[in-house]
């Protein structure tokens, strides 16, 4: 089993920027993927960027050109989302994401977070 910690959000204005972390452990052969999601009130979750093993990093629309999403290289185990140029819409619970093993012959297990909230005034 996984569990998977984030932490960083809050309160920030528009324009402002905030990072967030997240923290794999558990039963961890190899973490293939790792990435971010959110949902705001009343939506259906987002996903937001995603990074593979190798470092490869891909973005949704919404966070090309604000948002950095990178790994620990010494741990692996070990994601964050910086943020900048905050806007409003951007407010949201933020998810950690990710696919591992618990071995190398064991299946790819996905994993989820417990969301951390980041609230963007105007």
């Known amino acids: 089993q996984v569990q998977l910690v984030e932490s960083g959000g809050g309160l920030v204005q528009a324009g402002g920027s905030l990072s967030l972390s997240c923290a794999a452990s558990?039963?961890?052969?190899?973490?293939?993927?790792m990435a971010w999601y959110r949902q705001a009130p009343g939506k259906e979750r987002e996903w937001v960027a995603t990074?593979?093993?190798?470092?490869?990093?891909?973005y949704a629309d919404s966070a090309k050109g604000r948002f950095t999403i990178s790994r620990d290289n010494a741990k692996n185990t070990v994601v964050y989302l910086q943020m900048s140029s905050l806007r409003p819409e951007d407010t949201a619970v933020y998810y950690c994401y990710a696919n591992s093993r618990g071995s190398r012959w064991s299946p790819v297990v996905s994993s989820w977070g417990q969301g951390t909230q980041v609230t963007v005034s105007s």
């Open positions: 990074i593979s093993s190798g470092g490869s990093t891909n």
């Open positions: 558990g039963s961890i052969f190899s973490i293939d993927a």
